[in-house]
């Protein structure tokens, strides 16, 4: 940016002509300046930020979208960098681009006050280094409900920083959501941390989004028994959390509307006032504050540096009661409790270690919040669902959890997935919300499904269903999976591994579907660069699109109708 240059004090016996074109040449040099400024800011991309795309939420990066094919380091593994430095190669190795570690309040503050940002630096180093994007894991007041990361001047001065309590009166390690020293020494490191990353990062933009604390939830009881906690749920109903109640009333969580609806959808009253004496009740109290709670460190840190931030869930079990599942985490259940408790929170993550992949994804996905996978499991299956999250649900990410374990990168099934995504991320960020791209997830007990796109109908199956295998015939079929993205009027590209598609058409005088082109290929810097024209057995003579077992490919597809 250009320097204004000093300029000499006209001579008092020539004052008025030269002060005419002293201020002339003034004036002349703050407008270059002021406009290289502009120029400069408006060249310049914003910060990381979300943007709606049709009925699609983006992750923007450097003023571009971005899709986040990511993984979860483990919990210690950032605690010492030494531990991580032969270990980012198996990233680069299976086709990431997004690492997920953990920030520990412990390490960043072990003094009050006194704040240690080496491993900061050298996690946002080593990640550039690597050519990664980093989301921050602020393991804060709670990580997996536990305050096991509080610093020892937190854990040590429980008259200062109260423990929550069973309802025998019990303290337990968890730091307890109505305490305002816990949250005042939370919102001081946490904005601490996001100035530093400011101050770090701004330019560079490797810290992409935030996630505040680590699956909240209270064990072993459904709520806190503590005394503050005891007084405030005698206390009314938040107005805030009533107004929520009224204006969504006809699309709240089942669960939330159920209990507020037998108790007369009552308006004003304390919290067994409005729904009842029952676990439910008390998770919906333990919900709201952890919310406010989680709303006011994010916040905070907004305030300092507004990245994006989001909390995660550990999911419940079928038939298991609030308490013995992380009671008023952002579930499914509760998820209006978050809404209207944490508004700064911009969306809700579930963590997945349960098979019921469709099942919580359908939940986690509506209008409000976008769909973002920031744990899963590790394993081979990963490879089949990540195709389905992106192309179903048009998901942000996905991020399998302790990613640097892995022994053979190069093998993993989860790797080669990536790789196929690295090379469609263009196509499949141009054309999200646009209601032209769907996915489909497959095992034995789930071996077809049906997608409408684009005036055609797509007969999805596993590819073990043609029977060509031997190993159709074992009692279980590994996960497959695969999306569909229309690019034009008769025009599809299709991925993925073990699918097999058939195709007619949805119009009654052209009633069927032939395959014009089918070729194989992929992109390299962006453009298509086709392979083998599989008109032949490859396409069964016409019949079929197919992806085997065990291979993963793209493949693009044009079709006709007669």
């Given at each position: 940016m250009p320097k204004l240059a000093r300029l000499p004090l006209p001579n008092p016996s020539t004052m008025n002509k030269q002060l005419v074109l002293w201020l002339l040449q003034a004036c002349f040099q703050a407008t270059i300046l002021l406009s290289a400024h502009i120029i400069s800011a408006q060249s310049r991309?914003?910060?990381?930020?979300?943007?709606?795309?049709?009925?699609?939420?983006?992750?923007?990066?450097?003023?571009?979208?971005?899709?986040?094919?990511g993984g979860e380091l483990g919990n210690s593994s950032t605690s010492s960098m030494a531990y991580m430095k032969p270990r980012w190669s198996k990233l680069q190795q299976m086709h990431l681009n997004t690492v997920l570690a953990p920030i520990y309040w412990e390490l960043l503050e072990p003094q009050e006050g006194k704040f240690d940002f080496t491993l900061v630096d050298e996690l946002i180093k080593d990640t550039r280094l690597h050519q990664q994007k980093l989301v921050v894991l602020w393991f804060g007041t709670w990580k997996n409900s536990m305050s096991c990361y509080a610093p020892a001047w937190v854990k040590t001065d429980t008259k200062r920083f109260p423990r929550i309590r069973d309802s025998k009166g019990r303290a337990h390690e968890i730091l307890t959501p109505f305490d305002k020293n816990s949250l005042d020494a939370d919102v001081k490191a946490f904005t601490a941390l996001m100035r530093h990353i400011r101050e770090l990062d701004q330019r560079q933009q490797t810290v992409v989004m935030i996630q505040v604390e680590n699956e909240i939830g209270m064990l072993p009881e459904a709520r806190d028994h503590s005394p503050m906690a005891n007084a405030a749920f005698e206390q009314p109903v938040p107005e805030a959390l009533i107004r929520y109640l009224q204006s969504h009333k006809e699309s709240l969580a089942p669960a939330v509307r159920t209990v507020w609806q037998n108790n007369g959808f009552k308006t004003s009253g304390n919290w067994e006032t409005l729904f009842g004496k029952s676990l439910a009740t008390d998770e919906l109290f333990i919900a709201w504050h952890f919310a406010q709670f989680a709303n006011r460190v994010t916040e905070a840190g907004k305030a300092v540096y507004p990245l994006p931030m989001f909390v995660n869930a550990a999911l419940n079990r079928p038939n298991v009661k609030p308490g013995d599942y992380p009671s008023g985490g952002p579930l499914p259940h509760v998820i209006d409790i978050w809404k209207a408790g944490a508004p700064a929170v911009d969306f809700l993550s579930p963590d997945f270690y349960n098979p019921d992949f469709k099942y919580w994804n359908d939940l986690y996905t509506r209008s409000d919040n976008p769909l973002f996978i920031p744990e899963i499991k590790f394993e081979p299956f990963d490879a089949a669902k990540v195709f389905y999250a992106i192309g179903h649900y048009e998901a942000m990410g996905f991020s399998p959890f302790s990613i640097e374990s892995t022994d053979k990168p190069t093998e993993e099934p989860l790797g080669k997935s990536y790789s196929v995504l690295r090379q469609l991320k263009p196509l499949l960020l141009d054309n999200q919300g646009k209601g032209v791209t769907n996915g489909m997830l497959f095992d034995k007990k789930t071996a077809s499904d049906t997608i409408h796109l684009g005036g055609y109908?797509?007969?999805?199956?596993?590819?073990?269903?043609?029977?060509?295998?031997?190993?159709?015939?074992?009692?279980?079929?590994?996960?497959?999976?695969?999306?569909?993205?229309?690019?034009?009027?008769?025009?599809?590209?299709?991925?993925?591994?073990?699918?097999?598609?058939?195709?007619?058409?949805?119009?009654?005088?052209?009633?069927n579907a032939g395959i014009l082109q089918l070729d194989e290929g992929q992109y390299i810097d962006g453009k298509w660069k086709p392979g083998r024209r599989l008109n032949g057995d490859q396409d069964h003579q016409g019949r079929h699109i197919r992806i085997p077992v065990g291979e993963y490919g793209i493949q693009k597809l044009t079709l006709y109708r007669y």
């Open positions: 991309p914003g910060i990381p930020h979300l943007r709606k795309q049709g009925t699609a939420t983006q992750l923007i990066v450097e003023g571009k979208p971005f899709l986040m094919l109908i797509f007969i999805c199956k596993h590819d073990y269903t043609l029977g060509w295998s031997p190993k159709a015939k074992d009692d279980e079929w590994p996960m497959t999976g695969g999306l569909i993205v229309q690019t034009g009027t008769n025009d599809f590209t299709i991925a993925g591994t073990g699918i097999v598609i058939t195709c007619t058409s949805d119009q009654p005088q052209s009633p």
